[in-house]
T-cell receptor
Framework: AAGVIQSPRHLIKEKRETATLKCYPI?????VYWYQQGPGQDPQFLIS???????DKGSIPDRFSAQQFSDYHSELNMSSLELGDSALYFC????????????????FGAGTRLSVL | KQEVTQIPAALSVPEGENLVLNCSFT??????LQWFRQDPGKGLTSLLL?????REQTSGRLNASLDKSSGRSTLYIAASQPGDSATYLC????????FGTGTRLTIIP
């Protein structure tokens, strides 16, 4: 079965550079979530999109932006990178079961490991 | 704000023993609870998902229970094996996932 695809798997950048992470959800999934996991930390929710519209926002820095495209893939853009942005970035996708309540099962990609030097 | 806590933070047990990992959450208004496994530097592998209306789920040697009213879940691992060594994370869903702090499990051969 198809899974969530994230690219690249590894990315090395220098301070103040920009980075773009991509996420391709499972076919027919309409919701995408981004999480950030720092070294030794638990994953923290950044942002989510449902049907190409932002649906929820967590602890995402203003230097980061994201969007979901018409083919439902999502990109996380990170500018003015800082050393503290070094982390594992996960994307998850789900298919909304009902209109009013999201009892979604989230399926995770393998993650993108970003190292900022 | 939802807070998820896992106890203990680390656990070492001899191979073959049964063990229990604990997860507690502060807000019982959840849609479901998931248990994940994470190997060092790797991604998240979903082990079990319990819907809010369910009390437990089983998969092989794993059994997860959920008591929403008390804000608790447990993950029971039977007949532990060295390959079970990993960090186990619980996460509650209320739209987004809120993860617990994790339990680092080491099975001693």
């Amino acid at each position: 079965a198809a899974g969530v695809i994230q690219s690249p798997r590894h990315l090395i950048k220098e301070k103040r550079e920009t980075a773009t992470l991509k996420c391709y959800p499972i076919p027919r999934h309409d919701t995408v979530y981004w999480y950030q996991q720092g070294p030794g930390q638990d994953p923290q929710f950044l942002i989510s999109f449902y049907e190409k519209m932002q649906s929820d926002k967590g602890s995402i820095p203003d230097r980061f932006s994201a969007q979901q495209f018409s083919d439902y893939h999502s990109e996380l853009n990170m500018s003015s990178l800082e050393l503290g942005d070094s982390a594992l970035y996960f994307c998850a996708s789900s298919r909304r079961v009902t209109v009013t309540i999201a009892k979604n099962i989230q399926y995770f990609g393998a993650g993108t490991r970003l190292s900022v030097l | 704000k939802q807070e998820v806590t896992q106890i203990p933070a680390a656990l070492s047990v001899p191979e073959g023993e049964n063990l229990v990992l604990n997860c507690s959450f502060t807000d019982s208004a959840i849609y479901n609870l998931q248990w994940f496994r994470q190997d060092p530097g790797k991604g998240l592998t979903s082990l079990l998902l319990i819907q809010s209306s369910q009390r437990e789920q089983t998969s092989g040697r794993l059994n997860a229970s959920l008591d929403k009213s008390s804000g608790r879940s447990t993950l029971y691992i039977a007949a532990s094996q060295p390959g079970d060594s990993a960090t186990y994370l619980c996460a509650v869903t209320h739209g987004k996932l809120t993860f617990g702090t994790g339990t680092r499990l080491t099975i001693i051969p």
